[in-house]
């Protein structure tokens, strides 16, 4: 489990327009948030980045750089890519069990039967101060729920108008 105030791991992953996601190279104005995704087999992670997609303003109005991540393969993010309606919310896909578990997400294996793949992470929404440290950490060990997207966004704007600290730092 990454702890608050402590620095993310870098990630060097790709994305769905043929480019690069370096972590370490973003130079937010407020914040990166980064939003794990099960994948293409789970539809609430579809409804979730879909209404992400379309508010995706309402970040980066506020200094917000989002990125959403998975482990799916390559063929996998692409087809989230082309059916999914994100607009314009980059898709970081490949990542590692490894890699997965340095942000101390759940990981799952696939279901008997199902279109899962063999192995994915679980749900996971983080929010990056521009120096890298963890600011917010959020992960779900079930498919079920995620963050309201209207209560992250007044949240955020409470947070930094109060220049409200980095909470749950104490070992």
Same mark, same amino acid.
């Given at each position: ?14 994305? @769905?327009?043929? /480019? =690069? ?9 407020? #914040?990166?948030? &980064?939003? %794990?995704?099960?994948?293409? $087999? ?5 409804? #979730?980045?879909?209404?992400? *997609?379309? =508010? ?6 506020? *200094?917000?750089?989002?990125? /959403? ?7 996998? /993010? ?7 309606? @994100? *607009?314009?919310?980059? !898709?970081? $896909?490949?990542? @590692?069990?490894?890699? /997965? ?11 008997? *039967?199902?279109?899962? +793949?063999?192995? %994915?992470?679980? +749900?996971?929404? %983080? ?19 995620? +963050?309201? &997207? ?7 704007? %409470? !947070?930094?108008?109060? $220049? ?8």
């Amino acid at each position: 489990m990454l702890k608050p105030g402590s620095t993310a791991p870098d990630i060097d992953l790709p994305l @769905t327009i043929d /480019a =690069r996601f370096v972590l370490s190279d973003q130079t937010p104005d407020a #914040y990166t948030m &980064l939003v %794990f995704y099960r994948g293409k $087999h789970c539809p609430i992670c579809k409804r #979730y980045l879909e209404e992400l *997609g379309g =508010r995706l303003e309402d970040f980066t109005s506020r *200094g917000i750089n989002v990125f /959403a991540i998975s482990m799916d393969s390559e063929d996998r /993010a692409m087809v989230v890519d082309s059916e999914w309606k @994100t *607009g314009n919310l980059p !898709l970081v $896909h490949s990542m @590692t069990e490894e890699q /997965a578990r340095e942000w101390g997400l759940y990981i799952s294996e696939k279901r008997e *039967g199902s279109e899962e +793949p063999d192995v %994915f992470s679980e +749900p996971g929404l %983080f929010l990056l101060k521009p120096d890298r440290s963890v600011y917010l950490a959020i992960t779900q060990n079930m498919p079920i729920t995620r +963050p309201s &997207l209207d209560e992250l966004v007044e949240g955020i704007d %409470f !947070l930094s108008d109060k $220049h409200y600290p980095t909470r749950g730092t104490k070992s």
